[in-house]
Nanobody, 117 residues
Framework: QVQLVESGGGLVQAGGSLRLSCAASGRTFSNYDMGWFRQAPGKEREFVAAITWSAITNYADSVKGRFTISRDNAKNTVYLQMNSLSPDDTAVYYC???????????WGQGTQVTVSS
């Protein structure tokens, strides 16, 4: 079955950077879209960024110019480079994948990102 394992979260000061990783297993990684989502306390989970199987990227307006999503198909891993972090970026970050262009249906366990002011 599909498994996604995130890592790289932590505590960082405002203006700092973090890189999240998501290691995927259970199927041919390069054939599928990958995405990052986040959920802050008391808020609904929201889209952050996605990268298609053909490496086309898409970002939420709130992270454009600050975050970069990338993938390494040889390592079955998707990354989220986060720069210029602000306290508003504090959330649990989840990696996800999907079948074709359907809804995102496979999720990791999440990794906590906390940005202090």
């Amino acid at each position: 079955q599909v498994q996604l394992v995130e890592s790289g979260g932590g505590l960082v000061q405002a203006g700092g950077s973090l890189r999240l990783s998501c290691a995927a297993s259970g199927r041919t990684f390069s054939n599928y879209d990958m995405g990052w989502f986040r959920q802050a306390p008391g808020k609904e989970r929201e889209f952050v960024a996605a990268i298609t199987w053909s490496a086309i990227t898409n970002y939420a307006d709130s992270v454009k110019g600050r975050f970069t999503i990338s993938r390494d198909n040889a390592k079955n891993t998707v990354y989220l480079q986060m720069n210029s972090l602000s306290p508003d970026d504090t959330a649990v970050y989840y990696c996800a994948t999907r079948d074709g262009r359907s809804r995102w249906s496979y999720w990791g366990q999440g990794t906590q990102v906390t940005v202090s002011s």
